[in-house]
C-alpha cells in the first residue's frame, strides 16, 4: 500500500458571527463566491441578475421544495426582470438518473435557453448534481447557479463542481465538472428540513474535521448543539466548511491529487448506497458518508495506521448526533460482502484495477492511500458484519 497526499493544513479559529458571509471559490476566470446568510432567496433574484444583463433562467427543483420555497425565488426573478421557467422533479436520490436528466435537458431546450442563459438548481444535492450536468452539456455548456437547500447541499455538493447522476453500474459515474458562477446559500431555509436530513448533511460537515482539521472536529464535538438548534454555530459551521471545501478546490479543481480526501468515507458509503439501491428509506448520501467515515476510521487501526481510541471518538461523536455508524444500523439486509467489494471495484478512485481509499493516521489527519489491498478489506468487512 503506498501513501500520497495528505491535508496538513493550519487551523483557522472558529468565529461566531450572523452577519451574512462570502466564501470565494479561486479559479482564475472561473472564481465564484458561495454567499451564506439567512433570508438570501428573496433577493437571489437581484444578485443573479449582477451576473449579466438579459439573462434568462430554468429554475430545477424537487417536489418537496417547491411546496416549500419555490415561490420566493421565482418572486424574486421576476422581480429583478429575469424572465425564468421552472421544472419540479420527484424529491430523492432516484432522480439522480438518465431518465430525470433528459427531462432536464428538454425543458431547457425547450424554453430556447442559449448558453449565456443560466440553468438554477433550487433543491438540495440531487438536484444540484442533476441540474449542473443538464447545465455541463446543454449547447457544450450554459451558465449555472447553485440554491442550496439541504445542510448537504449548502457545505459540500454545492461547491466545487463535481456533477453527474447515478447508474446501474454505481454512484455518479456519469457526470462532468461544471462549476457554478453562484452559490446562493440561504440558511433560513434550513428550518424546513427534517432532522434526519439535516443529520446526513452534518456528516459531511464533521468530515472536513476528520479530514485535516481536528480543531474543527473538538469544536463540533462541544458545539454541535447549537448548529442543529440554529444557533450562531450553524452559520459559521456552514462558512468554515465552505471555506475548506473552496481552498482544495481552487488547488486541484479536477481530482488530480488532493481533492481525493473529500473522498473520506466515501469508497464505503457510495457501496452501501449502491447495494442498497439508492433506497432513501435505508440510507441516504450522508448517512453512509457517516457510516463510511466510521469505518475508514476503523480500517486504518485494523492496518496498524491510527489508533482505535480515534476510530471510537469518531463513532462516539457520529452516533451522539444521531447518525448510523454501523453497518448493521441499516435497516435489512445487506448484500454479500463479495458484492460489496464489486461495488467499490467501481469507484472512480480505482487506478489500473488497484483500489484507493481515504485512510488517516488520526482525526485530522487523513491520507490518501493507494494499492489498498482488497483481501484486507473483504476480512475487514467480514469482521464488522459479524455479530
Ligand atoms: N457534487 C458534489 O460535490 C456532492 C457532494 C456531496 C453530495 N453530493 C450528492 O448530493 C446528494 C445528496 O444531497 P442531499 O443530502 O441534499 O439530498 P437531496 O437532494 O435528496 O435532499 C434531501 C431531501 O431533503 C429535501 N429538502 C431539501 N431541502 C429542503 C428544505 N429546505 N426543506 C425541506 N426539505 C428539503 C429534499 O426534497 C430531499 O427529500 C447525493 O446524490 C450525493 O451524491 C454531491
Ligand atoms: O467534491 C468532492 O470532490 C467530493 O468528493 C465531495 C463528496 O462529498 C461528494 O459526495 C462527491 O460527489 C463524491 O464524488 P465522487 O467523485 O466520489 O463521485
Ligand atoms: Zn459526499
Not at 444540484?128 to 447545465?135: E, K, M, N, T, V
Not at 485535516?212 to 464535538?221: G, M, N
Not at 441499516?330 to 481515504?358: E, S, W, Y
Not at 490518501?368 to 475487514?380: K, L, S, T
Request: hydrophobic share 45%; proline share 3%.
Amino acid at each position: 500500500m503506498t501513501e500520497s497526499q495528505s491535508g496538513g493544513l493550519s487551523q483557522p479559529a472558529v468565529t461566531l458571527s450572523t452577519a451574512q458571509k462570502t466564501v470565494q471559490v479561486a479559479l482564475g476566470a472561473r472564481s465564484y463566491d458561495i454567499l451564506i446568510g439567512t433570508g438570501l432567496i428573496d433577493g437571489a433574484g437581484k444578485a443573479i441578475a449582477a451576473l449579466g444583463d438579459g439573462m434568462r433562467v430554468a429554475v430545477i427543483t424537487d417536489e418537496t421544495v417547491a411546496r416549500l420555497h419555490l415561490d420566493p425565488l421565482m418572486a424574486g426573478l421576476a422581480d429583478a426582470g429575469i424572465a425564468a421557467v421552472s421544472l419540479v422533479l420527484p424529491a430523492g436520490e432516484k432522480t439522480k438518473s438518465f431518465e430525470a436528466l433528459m427531462q432536464v435537458v428538454d425543458h431547457v431546450l425547450a424554453a430556447r435557453l442559449e448558453r449565456g442563459d443560466a440553468v438554477v438548481a433550487l433543491g438540495g444535492g440531487v438536484i444540484g448534481d442533476l441540474s449542473g450536468f443538464a447545465a455541463g452539456i446543454v449547447r457544450r455548456g450554459m451558465r449555472f447557479i447553485q440554491v442550496p437547500t439541504s445542510l448537504l447541499a449548502q457545505v459540500d455538493s454545492s461547491v466545487g463542481g463535481k456533477t453527474g447522476i447515478n447508474t446501474s453500474h454505481g454512484k455518479n459515474l456519469v457526470g462532468v465538472f461544471h462549476q457554478p458562477d453562484l452559490v446562493i446559500a440561504d440558511t433560513k431555509v434550513l428550518d424546513t428540513l427534517s432532522d434526519r436530513e439535516f443529520r446526513a448533511g452534518y456528516a459531511e460537515v464533521a468530515k472536513y474535521g476528520l479530514i485535516d482539521r481536528p480543531d474543527f472536529f473538538a469544536w463540533l464535538e462541544a458545539n454541535w448543539r447549537g448548529i442543529f438548534s440554529g444557533g450562531p454555530e450553524r452559520a459559521e459551521a456552514i462558512a468554515v466548511s465552505c471555506r475548506a471545501k473552496a481552498e482544495v478546490v481552487a488547488a486541484d479543481e479536477r481530482e488530480a491529487g488532493r481533492r481525493a480526501l473529500l473522498n473520506l468515507g466515501h469508497t464505503f458509503g457510495h457501496a452501501l448506497e449502491a447495494a442498497t439501491q439508492y433506497d432513501g428509506q435505508r440510507l441516504v448520501h450522508g448517512e453512509g458518508v457517516a457510516i463510511g467515515m466510521v469505518l475508514a476510521h476503523e480500517f486504518s487501526s485494523h492496518m496498524n495506521l491510527a489508533s482505535r481510541d480515534d476510530a471510537a471518538r469518531v463513532q462516539r461523536h457520529l452516533a451522539e448526533v444521531g447518525l448510523p455508524t454501523r453497518l448493521g444500523d441499516i435497516a435489512g439486509a445487506l448484500p454479500p460482502t463479495d458484492v460489496l467489494l464489486d461495488h467499490i471495484a467501481q469507484d472512480k478512485k480505482v487506478r489500473r484495477g488497484a483500489l484507493t481509499f481515504i485512510l488517516t493516521h488520526g482525526i485530522g489527519q487523513a491520507f490518501i492511500a493507494d494499492d489498498v489491498p482488497g483481501a484486507e478489506v473483504h476480512r475487514f468487512l467480514e469482521e464488522r458484519r459479524s455479530p
